[in-house]
């Protein structure tokens, strides 16, 4: 088959690599029908993933069709349309018996396109099938359940749930991505009473004005006192940070309102400064992490009953063997306009 290979920093290619096979009984294969590229992928082709090594397919997010099951595999057989989680997870640690498969101390994880070939590919070995897969509605689109592997559980449970967003609080999201504007979707469904989005990008703010934020501004027209302004100097009940610098995450320190909270999305691959000497006395929570995937099957029947936000969330679609074209749309995202890129498989 064919795949995209991980040779080390900024050397990728679509390749001949070997089928992958069932060496387990709880695996599944999956013939990729829908991937896509992710903003950790482009830190792991930088060379900011370490632990990627060179030889390892990339990806971690796909829609396909079942092609072989192990005989231990109960939740789907071949043929079966699946969506398959960015988390890994064997469903029998103590992380995962209470939903934090992120921490998987079984085997799971973050395992694909990151310590097992992942997803960009034209099939894909899933390790611990039933509990890392998900068989699909026939109401959900390739296209859009796509964003129900890694975006959607990212932005609803790192950033809305964390910061427990609650209705009528004034929410500010700081990076105007394919996750910070699912987060502005997800906290629209718990009647966050104002959105209000930062971003450097005029093309990705004004995407943020049409999916409903009811203020965008720039990082450079001073966010604070807008936020101010809005909130009679308070600051705002929920800060989501969503794009992972140094320079984001401190702002968001000071957008936010006393006894309020930070949700921290961004994958960070620099220190940033948290200037306890002036948030020591402000009662503010701050959480991190990486999504575990246990709201899937909520955000699946969000999305088929249409109440999940997906227009606009992805720009661009190439073949699947043009994926190094489209890693270069991704890099190039804000002068190409473009939010997630998908990849078909021709059938
Ligand atoms: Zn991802
Ligand atoms: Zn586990």
Not at 63 to 72: I, L, R
Request: aromatic share 4%.
């Amino acid at each position: 088959m064919k795949a995209l290979v991980f040779h080390g920093t900024a050397r990728f290619s679509w390749e001949n690599i070997d089928d992958p096979s069932l060496p387990s009984p709880t695996d599944m294969i999956v013939r990729v029908a829908t991937t896509t590229i992710c903003g950790t992928d482009l830190h792991i082709i930088h060379g900011e993933v370490p632990d990627v090594a060179a030889g390892t397919v990339l990806g971690h997010e796909a829609v396909g069709e079942v092609v072989e099951v192990g005989s231990d595999v109960r939740t789907a057989k071949p043929g079966d349309r699946v969506l398959v989680s960015c988390i890994t997870s064997c469903g029998r640690c103590g992380y995962c018996r209470v939903g934090t498969y992120s921490q998987c101390l079984g085997g799971g994880g973050w395992k694909l396109g990151n310590a097992v070939h992942g997803t960009q590919a034209e099939y894909v070995r899933v390790p611990f099938a039933d509990t890392s897969t998900h068989v699909l509605p026939e109401e959900a689109a390739n296209n859009e359940a796509i964003l129900v592997s890694d975006v959607y559980p990212t932005a609803y449970e790192i950033g809305v749930l964390n910061g427990g967003v609650s209705p009528g609080d004034t929410v500010v999201i700081v990076g105007p991505g394919p996750i910070g504007l699912a987060a502005l979707g997800a906290a629209r469904l718990y009647s966050a009473g104002r959105v209000i989005v930062v971003g450097r990008s005029a093309p990705r703010l004004e995407v943020a004005r049409r999916l409903g934020a009811d203020a965008v501004v720039s990082h450079t027209e001073n966010p604070e006192q807008l936020v101010r302004e809005m909130t009679q100097s308070r600051g705002a009940d929920v800060v989501i940070e969503a794009v992972g610098s140094a320079e984001t995450f401190e702002l968001c320190t000071r957008l936010v309102r006393p006894a309020g909270r930070i949700a921290s999305i961004g994958v960070y691959g620099e220190p940033a400064t948290l200037h306890l000497e002036e948030l020591w006395n402000r009662n503010i929570t701050i959480t991190t992490g990486l999504v575990n995937t246990h709201s899937t099957p909520r955000l699946l029947s969000l999305l088929t009953a249409r109440l999940l936000p997906v227009s606009e969330l992805a720009t661009h679609t190439f073949a699947l063997p043009d994926i190094t074209e489209a890693y270069d749309t991704f890099e190039k995202a804000s002068e190409n306009r473009a939010m997630k890129v998908l990849l078909n498989n021709p059938e």
